[in-house]
């Protein structure tokens, strides 16, 4: 191993890297000075690289507003539980999950706008059951139908139980 000077490009050492400036470009300049000879001796002497993953997710407690809804964010997501429930809210970079009393009781794709309601239709069954003439104004069918999730076939399913029952019966 030699005890001389690394050369570094422009004939500068790291040292005499003006660091106020230009950053990205220093740090690229500076990779290319670092001698692979010094990193073997330093080596021994760093701290290893974690094991085991890094768990990217936000938790919350947050209770069931009446709409049936939990906040996460500034975002609302329908859970199928009732008003004033106390939940757990896991936020992570591609879903919300979630939980009530140790179970996994709904899970939505993250929403990163702001203000938004994120709605499960399914959730809201037990309410159009009581009330079966709101399902043709609810947001979450909307939401569905905006998503594609709502299918043609629906509708013609629904249009014939409405004609043979009447939109008062407690069909949708």
Known sequence: MSSQPTKCPEGRRPASINWGHGISGEVAEIRRCIRPDRLALEQPHLI?????????????????????????????????????????????????????????????????????????????????????????????LRQWRDDGRWRAAYDQFWSGLQSRHGESEGFF
């Not at 997710?57 to 069931?64: C, T």
């Not at 709409?67 to 992570?92: D, H, I, K, M």
């Not at 037990?126 to 399902?135: Q, V, W």
């Open 48 to 140: 290893p690289l974690q094991s085991e993953d890094f768990e990217l997710a936000e938790e919350y407690f947050r209770k069931v507003n009446k709409q049936g809804c939990v906040q996460a964010g500034t975002n609302f997501y329908s859970t199928p539980l009732r008003a004033g429930l106390e939940t757990r809210v896991r936020v992570a970079p591609s879903t919300v999950e979630i939980h009530h009393q140790g179970r996994l009781v709904a899970e939505h794709p993250r929403c990163y706008g702001q203000r938004k309601q994120i709605l499960d239709l399914e959730h809201y069954l037990d309410a159009l059951e009581r009330k079966p003439g709101a399902m043709a104004g609810s947001k979450p």
